[in-house]
């Protein structure tokens, strides 16, 4: 007679997740176009005056930004678009495996948290080169909402990459990720017409809808600094929503059933949450402040 | 051997964003050319001409009785449509506002669209059939961080919108010229070097 022992339990999701995201990790840390990056974060930190010169409250602003928000955002647009490519290709072989199509992008994304790791390392570093060095900050700019812009590097160094997986998961045309990098960097420059037009809530929404902003500006070159309306926590909150979006949205390709629909309901909610905190960024006083 | 081998899904999905973006740059040059859009045109139509030289049968083409600068060269032509779509929106923009500078524009796009060319041609020399996806990529990455940064020397800005157009002309021109000669270097088969 045959008996049918029981067999061990099948693992859970978070079991099936967890070794596959940090293999994902591992992947993405050894990618040449992320180690160039971070190399040239390092460089660029260097050389572009941020804390070695004791700059003031501008290239404190911009340029703490900026450098993380390209070398590892807006490169980890390329590095995310060709590891999800490059798990496409393996998809028959790992058909017969526990972890199906939603859990292998899953832990993708959550490999997009070793850029923003390298982003919260560095400006950490950045934040305490400054308090050594006494860098002066305008008054103009409260502690909390510096905070908050300086805390936007590091979604912005999770954003790119998660909008690599979105592109890779979801097209098949070769140079997509340039596509995708090209469509970032175009609807940022849309975002800085509003801060030509003249201090509005209107100009502020057209500013503050870009992936990545820079909140202090002036009229010309030799025109006084200024710093834009609008609320870096709410716009920290819409940025942290469209990561969501786009994690969720990569998952999405793959899901069937009932996660599927549960899957449509988040991308709903996180949908609205961004609509309402980019809303909510630009609704205080659109008064600019003269640094 | 002639154009029919080109990857024409991605020279046309680079030429037609380029294209996009370029008749938007017309549409809003009143007061002068928006000079960053325009280099974003540029990036998408060289990621169009860095496909040109992609080859999967290359290992069935190779055993044909055609050199490889022949079919490069039959190749390269398909790099006339970004290209062409470049002259058209420069010339364009300098109908809709005369502060553009339509020659240093010109020679701007030839030696991008060139370098591009000469790139995937060096690649392809190593052995890379399809160099056109990495050619994008690393020169659309370095394009953008120019356009972004600005890096130093300024004495010959790479993308200038203000002043330096000379510098950047002469330039541009020279790495043209290079790359083409590049370009019939790398093109050379295995068995003449």
Redesign the interface.
Known sequence: MTTLADGAAPPTRMATLRPIAGLEARRYARHP?FLIGVA?LVI?SFTGGTAATGAPANPEQQVAT?LPA?FLG??GV?VGHQLARSMAASTEAVEASPADGVIRTGALCLACLVPGAVALGWTACMSLVMALKAVPVSAAISSPDRGAMIAASVVYAVGGPLFGVLVGRWTR???A???A??VL??WT?LGTFGLLMPASRLGTLIHLNAPFTSWVSSDGPNAPLWLAGGSPWWYLSYIAALCGLAATAAMFHEAVGARRSRLSRVLAVLGVLAVASLLLAAAPDPTRLTL | MTLRGV?W??VA??SA?GAA?MIGCVAFAADGPPL??VR?AL??LT??G??VL?EPAAATVDAAPCTRLRRTAARSTAVMLPFAIWVCGVLALGQRTSLTPVGALLVEGAGVLAVAVASAAVLRRAGRIEP??IV??VL??AM??V???NPPPRSVPVFPVGDGWAASTALWASLAAAAVMLVVAASQDPYRR
Do not use: T
Request: net charge negative.
């Open positions: 176009l040239f660029g900026i390209f807006l490169l390329f045309f070769p140079g990720a340039l596509v990098a090209l960097v175009a420059f | 990857d899904a991605a999905v680079g964003a973006i960053g859009y974003l990036i998408a990621a169009a860095a496909f992609d056109g996806e994008a990529s659309g990455a953008l961080a356009l972004i940064f």
